[in-house]
């Protein structure tokens, strides 16, 4: 097994530099502008690596987990050509959607009632936007998703309920990234491929674990990026801002803008913050329910304050 991982990691390593190449000819650059975090061209897309892991796992699994690969394939070609062109969003919309739906095939929940298959989607769609709403400073989506990712490894090793190379592989890609994005130049960012296949990945897996554990707690598994992603949107509505625009009101931009904490620190804080959780998680997703949703509340509860009273400082200072 150590040689299969050792190869994958080799031939991901490989495909990153022959990307990096490619992309540099094509002019695949993300320019910086007033609501970026960085201030220089940096090469986009390089979340691919995230989705040829999977292709790479798929194939060698003998096609195992098809409606996931073609939900995952789906969203990275259209926030691929995203990353290229700036797709409309009612085409990236309609992509979500039927992403959201194949999903729903692999879980098993076709056959749920028709209110849930209404309901679901759009929590589905909505947590793609929220994963891909942080991914926004070097180190930021890749450290954090090594977290997650090592998480639901931890709990699949004893457990059994995926194929433990899709998130090996997965996990070796985000190795492969790092290596290039964790940095105080970045080589090259996930850009909107990256994040949306990280996204499709971990919501099937924290769907998957859920389901097959009776556990809830799993939830809290991204409940970082969660906190701070949903009420930033919130908070925006409440100031009656149009979502969909750019701009630099998350609390991890205002670590970097107002505390000027450098992007690695951010990133490194973040995915602190989610490995205490993850091991919160570790011994308590056998508990009762009683027990599990005593802790999902005290930690959205706890976490919740601590932005708002974030939040405020900063309001202050910048007034």
Do not use: C
């Not at 070097?138 to 309920?161: P, Q």
């Not at 985000?174 to 296949?197: C, E, H, P, Q, Y």
């Not at 809290?220 to 801002?241: H, N």
């Amino acid at each position: 097994m150590l040689l299969t991982y050792t190869i994958v990691f080799i031939i991901l390593f490989v495909l990153a530099f022959i990307y990096l190449k490619v992309a540099d000819h094509f002019n695949i650059i993300d320019k910086p502008n007033q609501r970026s975090s960085h201030v220089e061209p940096t090469i986009r897309g390089g979340g691919i690596i995230f989705y040829l892991a999977i292709v790479i796992f798929y194939i060698t699994s003998n096609f195992e987990y098809t409606p996931f690969f073609l939900a995952v394939s789906l969203i990275a070609a259209v926030s691929f050509i995203d990353d290229l062109i700036m797709l409309s969003p009612k085409i990236r919309l309609i992509a979500h959607f039927s992403t959201a739906f194949l999903l729903i095939w692999q879980l098993g929940l076709l056959t749920s009632p028709f209110w849930l298959l209404i309901l679901i989607p759009i929590v589905i769609v909505g947590f793609f936007n929220l994963y891909n709403f942080m991914d926004g400073l070097n180190g930021m989506t890749g450290l954090y998703s090594i977290i997650v990712l090592s998480g639901f490894l931890w709990i699949n090793i004893k457990e059994e309920i995926v194929a433990n190379n899709l998130i090996v592989f997965v996990l070796l890609s985000l190795v492969v990234f790092g290596f290039l994005n964790f940095r105080k130049k970045a080589k090259w960012f996930a850009g909107d491929i990256g994040s949306m296949t990280l996204a499709t990945l971990i919501f099937f897996l924290g769907a998957k674990f859920m389901i097959a554990l009776n556990a809830p707690i799993i939830i809290l598994i991204i409940v970082i990026y969660g906190i701070d992603a949903s009420f930033t949107i919130f908070l925006r509505m409440s100031r009656k801002e149009k979502i969909s625009e750019a701009h630099r009101h998350h609390l991890y931009q205002k670590f970097v803008d107002v505390s000027k904490w450098s992007h690695l620190k951010v990133s490194s804080f973040y995915a602190i913050l989610q490995l205490l959780i993850v091991i919160v998680i570790l011994y308590t997703y056998k508990t009762s329910w009683t027990i599990q949703f005593s802790l999902i509340a005290f930690t959205i509860g706890t976490l919740g304050a601590a932005y708002f009273l974030a939040i405020s400082y900063y309001k202050r200072i910048e007034h």
